[in-house]
Each structure stands twice: as structure tokens, then as C-alpha cells.
């Protein structure tokens, strides 16, 4: 429990920091206020969908919401991970809106899941599996 109770707590500062209400800082991740009271209080694992959030609205590092300052032996590999499917979000999300299909947190957190394993399996470079995201995005 005690991860996420930091990682509400690093949640908070975040709201704090830019001086916002709850609601307004809901509003800007796209979620309910009651999602962030649950999230903030350290009740609810914080999906990817507003670590995304997190990083387009506010600039906050994925991999300091998820581990703080703390780094351990294999925190590169981590790190990496967390950066390839932050990328894999991303070119998932312009799929979405370059061929106009709708999406809900579930379909892309499937498909990030999906692209990800797909991507490690083929030992392919994020950058070079565009196309193959594209294919995901539309399946």
C-alpha cells in the first residue's frame, strides 16, 4: 500500500504545485473528481491514461510518479520501460485521431500492453515499430 500512498501523495503535490481545485485539476486529466479524490488518497492504482495525462498537461516524468527519487540496481531497465510505453501511448493516441477511431482507457492500455510485448518479442526499436502501432491502434 505504501506505493500508492506515495504515488497519491506526489499526485498531490502536483495539483498543489500548479494551484488548481480538485476539479480543475480532474478536468485537465480527464477524469472524474471522485477518480482523483480515489487516486489522491492512495484507494486506486493511477492507470497509465493519467500518467499520460500527467505528462502531456503538466510535464511530470511517468518514472518519478511511479518510483519517486528513488533509483535501485535496476532502474535503467525500468526506466527504459516506462519510456517505451510512454512513447507507445503516444504514437497509440495519434492513431487514434489520425484514422478517427474511437478509444476508451481499456483499448489502449490492451493495446500499449499488446504493442509493447509485440515490440520486445521482435527485439524492434520504438521508433521503427510506428507502423506496427498504427496496426494495433486499428485492430
Known amino acids: 500500500m505504501a506505493v500508492l500512498d506515495d504515488m497519491a ?3 498531490e503535490q502536483i495539483r498543489k ?16 473528481r471522485g477518480a482523483y479524490q480515489h487516486y489522491s488518497r492512495g484507494g486506486r492504482e493511477i492507470p497509465s491514461s493519467v500518467l499520460d495525462a500527467l505528462l502531456r498537461e503538466f510535464g511530470t516524468d511517468p518514472y518519478w510518479m511511479l518510483r519517486g527519487n528513488e533509483r535501485g540496481p535496476s532502474s535503467a531497465k525500468e526506466e527504459l520501460l516506462v519510456e517505451n510505453a510512454a512513447r507507445i501511448v503516444l504514437m497509440l493516441l495519434d492513431a487514434y485521431k489520425d484514422q478517427k477511431i474511437q478509444w476508451d482507457e481499456e483499448k489502449l492500455i490492451n493495446a500499449t500492453k499488446f504493442a509493447q510485448f509485440y515490440l520486445f518479442d521482435k527485439r524492434s526499436i520504438i521508433a521503427e515499430g510506428r507502423d506496427i502501432i498504427n496496426k494495433f491502434a486499428s485492430s
Do not use: C, P, V
Request: hydrophobic share 30%; net charge neutral; glycine share 6%.
Open 17 to 32: 504545485r500548479e494551484n488548481l481545485s480538485q476539479e480543475a485539476f480532474s478536468q485537465r486529466l480527464g477524469i472524474s
Open 9 to 11: 501523495e506526489r499526485l
